[in-house]
């Protein structure tokens, strides 16, 4: 199993303009890592887990899950996986905090925190956090199920990266370039698929 | 410098409705494409020329070639480059066979066919086909410029690749899976800046 965490601080959190995705708080970011994480060509990957924090206005914050087992009807654009968010978002306006649904097959929104969730990958599998002056992915040894964090635009804030440091959780860097996060997504299946993990 | 050749068979032609760019002929996968292979994170990368060629209807070819260097007011959401792609449409209607404008700084849109564009390239720079049984690209030497060739979700018909052969350009691999247009690209940035070219 593979496992994503976005982080996307600035992504609304009640239903949004389809035509707007940037004007979303960067929607298109999350949408474009979504893509990157759970398709191959022609098809859905198998093991793949993606969770988007969404903390940005009014309701802040939504945990939105998919399961690529289980996912049906989503297509690779944004405006595709975007119109599924917009419909997690409708379905978890009433949430309370720890509260989940599923708004469709495959797809979960919870009221849940980015802290709550990172806790308790933690202690599940294997959890790193993709930084640019991490250790080099070269170095890394992944084990069979892990789970990445990856920041938006906007990264991770200070506070939350000493979190991460009390969490034990590891850096992994892909090196000098900072990629787009969807491309540090395609590039981190990538090096698995090499490895054939 | 770092060259992309998109082969988009489907994508349409002429102007198209931003609301559906995966029924303009998937020129939602043409714009992914291009986000993936201009933009780093919050920047253009320095020296990247990006070649769509369309072949759907109503007016086929039509190559649209970005120049990183001049671009301006592009942002990295599928609907932002497709209404750049719009545009040039827009401006090339008209155009005859071999004649290119430009559409807007950094983006030139003309009438000429895959084969014309990669007769050109292979003569200037180290021109390689992205294909699945090519050879791993572990053990590919790239010069500092090189084009790519890249298929869209149709890949490349049997006569084209006979061309391509024709024209002596190798067949570089990623791997066992096939990965979609635009991860194959982020993945080939990866590689070159990995090492440094």
């Known amino acids: 199993m593979r496992e994503f965490i976005l982080l996307a601080r600035k992504a609304h959190t009640a ?4 035509n707007d995705l940037p004007g979303a708080g960067r929607m298109d970011l999350v949408a474009r ?7 191959i ?20 914050p939504r ?33 309370r905090y720890g509260q989940e649904i599923e708004s469709e097959p495959g797809i979960r929104i919870a009221k849940r925190s980015f802290e709550d969730l990172v806790k308790e990958k933690a202690k599940e ?9 991490g250790i080099p992915i070269e170095e890394f040894k992944f084990e069979k199920n892990v789970c990445f964090i990856i920041g938006d635009h906007k ?6 990266e000493i979190f991460l440091e009390n969490q034990g959780i590891p850096k992994v860097s892909l090196g000098k370039v900072t990629y787009l ?8 299946h990538y090096e698995l698929d090499k490895r054939g993990i």
Chains 1, 2 share one sequence.
């Open 15 to 18: 239903p949004f303009k389809l």
């Open 33 to 39: 890592c979504i893509t990157a994480a759970i398709f």
């Open 41 to 60: 060509s022609e098809a859905l990957r198998k093991d793949v887990k993606f969770y988007a924090v969404l903390e940005g206005p009014p309701n802040p």
């Open 63 to 95: 945990l939105i899950t998919l399961e690529t087992s289980k996912l049906r009807r989503v297509y690779p654009d944004e405006r595709n996986i975007a119109s599924h968010i917009r419909i997690a978002l409708e379905k978890g306006l009433k949430l």
């Open 125 to 133: 599998v294997q959890t790193v956090y993709m930084y640019k002056n």
């Open 155 to 160: 990264g991770l804030s200070k506070k939350r």
């Open 181 to 188: 996060a969807s491309q540090v997504i395609a590039i981190l």
